[in-house]
T-cell receptor, first 115, second 119 residues
Framework: DAGVIQSPRHEVTEMGQEVTLRCKPI?????LFWYRQTMMRGLELLIY????????DSGMPEDRFSAKMPNASFSTLKIQPSEPRDSAVYFC?????????????FGDGTRLSIL | GNSVTQMEGPVTLSEEAFLTINCTYT??????LFWYVQYPGEGLQLLLK?????DKGSNKGFEATYRKETTSFHLEKGSVQVSDSAVYFC??????????????????FGRGTQLTVWP
């Protein structure tokens, strides 16, 4: 079975540009998570969707960040405008309905560098 | 409130040494507990889990026992290998209400513990 698929794997862009990260969760999973990982802060939860609806977006740093989940098989995380401090590895994860004891499956991440 | 305390790294060991990474948590009720591992350049992978008190999770030579009385879930391995070098995350779930009145679990991850094993 295919795991969580993220694209692109690497993104390098200049500050001020719009950045869009993409995620395809595992088929059948109804929860989707976006995380950001840095050396300083570790792994931070940005936003959490359940059945395509945002449940908890308290981790979204500011209005420059937005996330959507238009259907059960696709989600985007957008940064506009991007800033150098947004440089990090961004992970998407998905999990099955509650009966699976909430174990999450992670993608390989997008390494974002803002110059 | 909910919280997790995980041993800070980095941890550096020689091959075949014994490993313990401590993890204690506070949470409502007695949820399932998880250890995740992140190898260089990759996402997190589920290493092992325990679903109830006194349960022992095990995988790849790693073990962790769910101790309800001490609210701990320490990770151990009797003989580490160079290939075990990675970041390890203890992840207890926290419960929140879903949009249909259901109770949903989300995991809390911190910085993790960096393990480096030298040959």
């Amino acid at each position: 079975d295919a795991g969580v698929i993220q694209s692109p794997r690497h993104e390098v862009t200049e500050m001020g540009q719009e950045v869009t990260l993409r995620c395809k969760p595992i088929s059948g999973h109804n929860s989707l998570f976006w995380y950001r990982q840095t050396m300083m802060r570790g792994l931070e939860l940005l936003i959490y969707f359940n059945n395509n609806v945002p449940i908890d977006d308290s981790g979204m740093p500011e209005d420059r960040f937005s996330a959507k989940m238009p259907n059960a098989s696709f989600s985007t995380l957008k940064i506009q405008p991007s800033e150098p401090r947004d440089s990090a590895v961004y992970f998407c994860a998905s999990s099955a309905p509650e009966g699976d004891q909430v174990a999450q499956h992670f993608g390989d991440g997008t390494r974002l560098s803002i110059l | 409130g909910n919280s997790v305390t995980q041993m800070e790294g980095p941890v550096t060991l020689s091959e075949e040494a014994f490993l313990t990474i401590n993890c204690t948590y506070t949470a409502t009720g007695y949820p399932s507990l998880f250890w995740y591992v992140q190898y260089p350049g990759e996402g997190l992978q589920l290493l092992l889990k325990a679903t109830k008190a006194d349960d022992k999770g095990s995988n790849k030579g790693f073990e962790a026992t769910y101790r309800k009385e001490t609210t701990s879930f320490h990770l151990e391995k009797g003989s580490v290998q160079v290939s075990d070098s990675a970041v390890y995350f203890c992840a207890p779930p926290f419960w929140i209400k879903g949009n249909r009145g259901s109770t949903l679990g989300r995991l809390y991850f911190g910085r993790g513990t960096q393990l480096t094993v030298w040959p």
